[in-house]
């Protein structure tokens, strides 16, 4: 069936429908992984919008439900070159379009993605539509097109109710094989992560702590990547008051990433800074950052395009080490609105100078843009976890 993608300039892509058969309006952004297609789909951080791979062959390794970051997929529709109608892969479930279509997102195959790309970083992010209507109006759909916002996808995408996760009590109990850590919740025994988790990591630093994580749109893997470390988590609704939070004791706190407008969120950030003003060791990712940022009296602003894939490049401003990072966001903090009494820098991107973390003066709390627990992307900075569990023991011992 043929498809169309129209932008809110005018212009206009034709390929073939792929996944639901609905039409949708969203914000058309770009996502440059080779792989994690999967993860990018179950991302919440891409509620509202819809997804374009700029790699030209999507699916050939089908989908593996234990990869999932969520437990459905977000994005409002889904933009290829090519899908893959063949998988191999001897841990996969189905096929990519199988599961488009399980989760009602439409989506279009035979464009020039290279192109749409192009169009996006020169004008930066826009609007579109995707449509098999072959009888449209382009001059009505371009006023509805720009008319769209993305609005509300916090509170959506985030948990109706607080649960918890028992960290691992050994690396016997999962046998030798890191790929085997599993974190239990009470309603399901599949794997949060498999095989995230790096072999390297031997001994369970973070044994016996109490972590909260305020959940404005996390990915599966950050409770793992805690989980895993031996600490006990619970997941809190991104509405939870901080008064509660607070009630819980927890030993640490983690604020994680999440879709939308982080200037949106005004009683989220309400709350985050009555979690700052206590002594509560706090790890803020992506959306999170922004958020605890707004909270101290810095701003943020929206990207030309953003930074979405896996292979960013963040230099650690303390000992010059460059990472290679996980990043999905289209929002910043702008250093320069940031109080140097409250805060300093921590990371950069090496590609366009822009802010990608910061450490808080006379607090235990440091946060980054980008994505540590990867899932898709690169393992460099998983460290982040582990330093974060220290500043907790060193918050207890104090």
Same mark, same amino acid.
């Given at each position: 069936?043929?498809?169309f993608?129209?932008l ?6 034709t390929g073939?429908?792929?996944?639901a058969?609905?039409e949708?309006i969203s914000?058309?952004?770009?996502n440059?992984?080779m792989?994690g ?7 919440p ?7 374009c791979m ?5 699916g ?5 439900e234990?990869?999932?970051?969520s437990d ?11 899908i ?6 001897f841990?996969?479930h189905?096929s990519l379009?199988s599961f488009?279509?399980k989760?009602d997102?439409p989506?279009?195959?035979?464009i %020039?993605t290279r192109?749409? /790309?192009? *169009?996006? +970083? $020169? ?7 995707i449509?098999?209507?072959e009888?449209?109006?382009?001059e ?9 916002s993305?609005?509300g996808?916090?509170k959506?995408?985030s948990?109706k109710?607080?649960y918890s996760?028992k960290?691992?009590e050994s ?5 030798p094989?890191?790929?085997?850590v599993r974190?239990m919740?009470?309603?399901?025994e599949?794997p949060?992560v498999?095989e ?8 369970l630093?973070?044994k016996g ?8 749109g996390m990915k599966?893997?950050?409770a793992a990547?805690?989980v895993?470390r031996?600490?006990d988590v619970?997941?809190?609704p991104?509405d939870t ?5 607070i ?10 990433n999440?879709?939308? %407008?982080?200037?949106?969120? /005004?009683? *989220?950030? +309400? $709350?985050?800074k ?5 002594d509560?060791p706090i790890?803020?990712i992506?959306l ?8 101290t009296?810095?701003d943020?602003?929206?990207?030309k ?6 292979n960013h490049?963040?230099?650690d401003?303390?000992t010059?080490k460059v990472y290679?990072?996980?990043?999905n966001?289209g929002?910043m ?15 950069r991107n090496?590609?366009?100078?822009t ?5 808080y003066r006379d607090?235990r709390?440091?946060?980054?843009q980008f994505h540590?627990e990867?899932?898709a992307?690169p393992?460099d900075?998983?460290f982040l976890?582990?330093r ?11």
């Amino acid at each position: 069936m043929k498809a169309f993608l129209i932008l809110e300039d005018g212009t206009v892509f034709t390929g073939q429908h792929i996944g639901a058969d609905r039409e949708v309006i969203s914000e058309i952004v770009f996502n440059t992984s080779m792989t994690g297609y999967l993860e990018v789909l179950t991302d919440p951080s891409y509620a509202g919008q819809a997804v374009c791979m700029t790699y030209p062959l999507i699916g050939n390794y089908g989908i593996c439900e234990d990869d999932m970051q969520s437990d459905r997929a977000w994005p409002d529709g889904f933009i290829v070159h090519e899908i893959s109608e063949y998988y191999s892969n001897f841990r996969s479930h189905t096929s990519l379009r199988s599961f488009l279509l399980k989760y009602d997102i439409p989506g279009i195959q035979g464009i %020039d993605t290279r192109a749409l /790309t192009k *169009i996006l +970083r $020169e004008k930066g992010t826009m609007n579109g539509c995707i449509t098999t209507n072959e009888e449209y109006d382009l001059e009505a759909m371009t006023e509805r097109i720009r008319a769209y916002s993305v609005t509300g996808v916090v509170k959506r995408v985030s948990v109706k109710e607080r649960y918890s996760l028992k960290g691992i009590e050994s690396l016997e109990e999962n046998g030798p094989a890191a790929g085997k850590v599993r974190a239990m919740t009470g309603i399901t025994e599949k794997p949060l992560v498999p095989e995230r988790v790096p072999l390297k990591i031997r001994e369970l630093n973070g044994k016996g702590l109490k972590i909260a994580i305020l959940d404005v749109g996390m990915k599966k893997n950050i409770a793992a990547s805690l989980v895993s470390r031996g600490c006990d988590v619970t997941v809190f609704p991104c509405d939870t008051k901080a008064e509660d939070i607070i009630a819980f004791a927890p030993d640490g706190i983690m604020i994680s990433n999440g879709p939308g %407008d982080p200037k949106e969120c /005004t009683d *989220i950030i +309400r $709350e985050i800074k009555k979690l700052y003003d206590t002594d509560i060791p706090i790890f803020a990712i992506c959306l999170g950052h922004q958020l605890m940022a707004l909270a101290t009296g810095a701003d943020t602003h929206k990207m030309k395009y953003g930074h979405r894939g896996s292979n960013h490049p963040v230099k650690d401003l303390e000992t010059e080490k460059v990472y290679i990072t996980s990043q999905n966001h289209g929002y910043m903090v702008d250093e320069s609105t940031v109080d140097e009494k409250v805060a300093e820098p921590l990371f950069r991107n090496v590609n366009d100078g822009t802010n990608e973390g910061l450490i808080y003066r006379d607090k235990r709390i440091f946060t980054v843009q980008f994505h540590p627990e990867a899932c898709a992307g690169p393992l460099d900075s998983g460290f982040l976890f582990d330093r974060f569990i220290s500043m907790v023991k060193e918050a207890d011992r104090g």
